[in-house]
């Protein structure tokens, strides 16, 4: 019997039900399917950052379809573990304290908002997980080409794991992440194998990308032996991004971008620019090597410290 908060989930059934985060009265909506048959348990997460609701509408449809009978083991999807921006169309933070959730795992049970929701997830989904799938899209700011992060800080046997998960999705770009923060990233430091998947933007969600999404993560599941079914052939060979490169505003200004998300450019390229009030040049950013931007801001009004656009080599 697998449990969750103060749920017990019986073999073979499906359960809708609310998270508590501890010593708060929020409560985050989940959906737990136990198959007939024994199995890992994979933890699919949506809704970190509020406003990118790509992902939050992947999860929500993914846990209606699929039956406890194409099931083996537990399948666990946190519908919204933001709540509060996912209703109030809120950027990157969580409003009651500003604070960005994916920076705070592995949380303080005692501490603001934002770390008592990642206090919650660790405790109660990243401790039971086998394999972790978090669900990110383009924010209100931001636009992004389809592709996963796999862990890379993490022993290398969990590394390896999640690389295979990322290829997995048949997304177009997969990149190893050299990151220690973030709540995929925690959670492979602690032993469970664990990738990020991105695509979409401008705070929106197609109908067209939602479906995407769900034979993406199908596939990673399917692949992992949790969910019954065949994995869809990818149509163009997965690349991986050997060097990333993530560039943040110097000053407050406007910025004013060059390439779109998916496009290729060559070295000294220029990829965008950023003006004062009177059009005075204040930050240019040109390509360091070869490349393929991944995601970029794509609102104009930009301050110091904000994140302008993000860009690989590929293999």
């Known amino acids: 019997m697998f449990q969750i908060g103060t749920h017990q989930l019986k073999k073979g059934t499906k359960l809708h039900a609310m998270l508590p985060v501890y010593n708060h009265s929020l409560e ?27 992902g939050i509408q992947t999860a929500m449809e993914l ?3 699929i039956e406890p009978s194409r099931i083996n083991g537990t399948l666990i999807f946190l519908l919204a573990a933001n709540p509060q921006a996912v209703h109030s169309f809120t950027r990157l933070f969580v409003p009651e ?22 206090y919650t997830i660790e405790k109660e989904l990243h401790s039971q997980a086998d394999y972790y799938i978090d669900l990110h899209a383009g924010d209100t700011h931001e636009q992004v080409m389809p592709f996963v992060y796999y ?38 430091i602690q032993g469970v194998p664990s990738i990020l998947m991105e695509r979409g933007g401008g705070g929106v969600y197609s109908q067209e990308e939602v479906t995407s999404y769900k034979k993406e993560v199908s596939n990673v599941l399917i692949h992992l032996g949790v969910l019954e079914g065949e ?22 200004g406007f910025w004013y971008y060059k390439k779109r998300p998916g496009d290729c450019f060559k070295k000294g390229e220029l990829l965008g620019i950023v003006t004062d009030v009177w059009g005075n040049k204040l930050q240019e950013c040109h390509g360091e090597y070869d490349g393929i931007v991944l995601y970029e801001t794509v609102a104009m009004g930009v301050n110091a410290g904000d994140s302008l656009i993000a860009y690989g080599m590929r293999e």
């Open 63 to 65: 846990s209606r379809e």
């Open 28 to 54: 985050l909506p989940f959906c737990a399917i136990c198959g007939e048959q024994k199995g890992p348990v994979a933890v699919v997460s949506a809704g970190i950052h509020g406003a990118e609701y790509i």
């Open 151 to 188: 862990a890379g800080t993490a022993k290398e046997q969990v590394c390896e794991i999640s690389r295979k998960m990322a290829e997995a999705t048949k997304m177009p770009v997969r990149v190893r992440s050299s990151a220690t923060t973030g709540s995929y990233n925690y959670a492979a």
């Open 97 to 118: 304290d500003g604070k960005n959730l994916n920076r705070m795992f592995p949380g303080k049970k005692e501490g603001t908002l934002s770390e008592k929701i990642a």
């Open 231 to 252: 994995e869809d052939k990818a149509e163009i060979p997965q690349s991986q991004i050997v060097t990333a490169t993530y560039v943040d505003c110097q000053h407050q």
